[in-house]
């Protein structure tokens, strides 16, 4: 496994002049300092033009928000994961737990997109995470083993899939699960893809950790084992936030 994963989901923000003036700050971060970690940008689908000409045969990585599980065809509004990579992304979040509650996705429907995702050559950021009241029923595990087991694809390649473990309640508001917690689901994810894949395949899954990651809980959260990086929303908006989390 490569180095860290840093992610950062911009969702429905910015505008040209906002993504431009990102890119070009962690552009020069990235030109100035030598990081082990692997930085992604998933702007807005309207705004993946005017990311990808300023990134172009740089390292800062760019991905789609969500993808159709189709090739093609009348799905208005939807954007294919072959469009996504012909534009040159390399990523697609699939699963986002906004997704899941704003458009009803079920683990049967990140699990296509996925699907799509590897067939048209892109790593997809598969997300799962809990409720408030699954946590507080107790059912966060077993939510988990099923968004899991249900949500990748068949016969996908443990070196082309990255899974992202977002407590939904921690998403946006501020309240960041403890070290303890993210060990806890994080060895358990762990263990799901070791009976997947065997050692040898799960060890080459980056496994990130989202929800109200910012600069001050970073270091913490990314010391957790099997935390292999993390998928920032609010503070991927900021160049110093978003370089801050990854640069160490
Ligand atoms: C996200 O959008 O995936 C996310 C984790 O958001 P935030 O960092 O703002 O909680």
């Not at 082990?36 to 800062?60: E, I, M, R």
């Not at 699990?111 to 799962?128: V, W």
């Not at 689901?185 to 929800?211: P, S, T």
Request: hydrophobic letters at 40%; proline letters at 3%.
């Amino acid at each position: 496994m490569a180095g860290k994963l840093i992610a950062g989901n911009w969702k429905m923000n910015g505008s040209v002049s906002f993504a431009t003036e990102l890119v070009e700050g962690l552009l020069g971060k990235l030109n100035q300092d030598s990081v082990s970690a692997d930085f992604v940008v998933c702007p807005p689908a309207a705004l993946l033009g005017t990311v990808l000409s300023l990134t172009k045969n740089s390292d800062l990585a760019v991905g789609g928000q969500d993808c159709h599980a189709n090739v093609s065809g009348a799905h208005t509004g939807d954007t294919s994961a072959e469009l996504l990579k012909n534009i040159g992304c390399g990523y697609v979040i699939t699963g986002h737990s906004e997704r899941r509650t704003d458009h009803g996705e079920t683990n049967a429907d990140v699990n296509a997109k996925s699907a799509a995702a590897l067939r048209a050559g892109l790593t997809p950021i598969i997300c799962i995470g809990e409720t408030e009241d699954e946590r507080v029923s107790g059912d966060t595990l077993s939510v988990i083993k099923t968004q899991v087991t249900e949500s990748l694809p068949d016969d996908c390649d443990p070196d082309s899939i990255v899974l992202a473990y977002e407590p939904v309640w921690a998403i946006g508001t501020g309240k960041t699960a403890t070290p303890a917690d993210v060990e806890e689901v994080h060895n358990f994810i762990r263990g799901l893809l070791n009976d997947r894949f065997g050692e040898d395949g799960a060890k080459k899954i980056r496994i990130l950790y989202g929800g109200s990651v910012k600069p001050a809980n970073a270091a913490e959260l990314l010391a957790v084992s099997n935390v292999d990086g993390a998928l920032v929303g609010g503070a991927s908006l900021k160049v110093e936030d978003f370089w801050a989390i990854g640069a160490r």
